[in-house]
């Protein structure tokens, strides 16, 4: 692996949170190759159809609330023109609810298989692995106990409950995910290394 090639990869991770943070349809394209795939807690799609349902999130953004991912440095392993990079993410995001305000926090690795084609590195295949969330009231004081009464978390692993219910208020299903220390996790990793290798 070359100092350029992790430099080059490194640079498409920060470009897609960049671009998906601000709304950067084209930019964000630009991190995938057109027959990539993403798998994450809402979509486990193509990478055209995450944009199309990031654009239609977008659209439909209230007032107030906003999102950003922010990545650590990724471990990047590099075999000719494939590579496997893991980096962990933090998730931030700001919702209204039921005229509340709360601060989500989730944590998670993304899994990313790249390839180097025509000359450029690009994601084919993006999962997250998630490890763990949390919610917090902007103003404490103005959230009646009835609301945390109501909330009902049973559904949601432990690892991304908080980002279930979130998800669920927006009309949005909480799809099987991977989840740290698992089995998945494993497999998937296993993946990964045999994809590079082959």
């Known amino acids: 692996m070359s100092p ?16 998906r943070d601000s709304d950067d349809w084209d930019a964000l394209a630009e991190c995938f190759h057109g027959d990539a795939t ?4 809402w979509i486990s799609d193509t990478a055209k159809a995450f944009i199309a349902g990031s654009k239609a999130m977008a659209a439909n953004r209230k007032p107030g609330s906003h999102m950003k991912h922010a990545f650590a440095g990724p471990l990047v392993t590099v075999n000719g023109d494939r590579a496997f990079s893991r980096c962990h993410v933090t998730l931030s995001a700001r919702a209204i609810i039921d005229d509340l305000e709360f601060d989500f926090l989730s944590l998670f690795r993304f899994f990313d298989l790249f390839e180097k084609r025509d000359g450029t590195w690009r994601i084919l295949k993006r999962t997250a692995v998630y490890e763990k969330d949390r919610m917090d009231p902007v103003h404490p004081h103005l959230v009646p106990a009835s609301f945390y009464e109501a909330m009902d978390l049973s559904a949601f692993p432990p690892e991304l409950r908080f980002l279930g219910f979130f998800l669920a ?9 991977p989840t740290v220390y698992s089995a998945e996790e494993e497999a998937l990793h296993r993946e990964c290394l045999d994809w590079i290798a082959a």
């Not at 993403?38 to 807690?41: E, F, R, V």
């Not at 208020?169 to 995910?177: F, M, N, Q, T």
């Open 169 to 177: 208020g927006g009309g949005r299903e909480l799809l099987p995910v």
């Open 4 to 19: 350029q090639d992790e430099h080059e990869i490194a640079r498409v991770l920060m470009a897609w949170g960049h671009a």
């Open 38 to 41: 993403i798998h994450i807690s």
